[in-house]
């Protein structure tokens, strides 16, 4: 849904980097780094909301949170299927994984083919050092029942 052109990777790698360090649901504020909302995407209203930036409510980060799959509880705080939501019921629990990036619809595809080309091998380095260990049982569960489905 952003605009044909995009962001161009070289004038947000500093902060794009910073942000994607921060133990919080990134989603939203590399939304925010995005093009914004393509006009072909837009629904014929009186206002024209072309380069807008706000989430849509599409719930795709909430659906691919591993986080939220392995804990279904923490989705009983709330109905809303927004960003803003993904950071509240996640908050610093987030794993870094980056998916809920790689699935916005708002977000810039130069920024998910950074993430996929640059930091895909750092994500799978940490998590896979996180299995096995003990303090986390449901990671290996859900490693182990995602193999068995595949």
Known sequence: MPLRIQRDIKEVETILNHILNINSPPVARCRLLSSGFGPSHALNIAEDIVGHKECIGCGNCIDICPILAREPHRRDKTAQRTSMALET????DCDQCDSCVLVCPQVDTTIKNYIVNRRMIEV???????LGDEDEPELDLFVEE???QA
């Open 146 to 148: 995602a193999i068995t």
């Open 124 to 130: 799978m380095s940490r998590l896979e050092q996180r």
């Open 89 to 92: 019921l996640v908050g610093e």
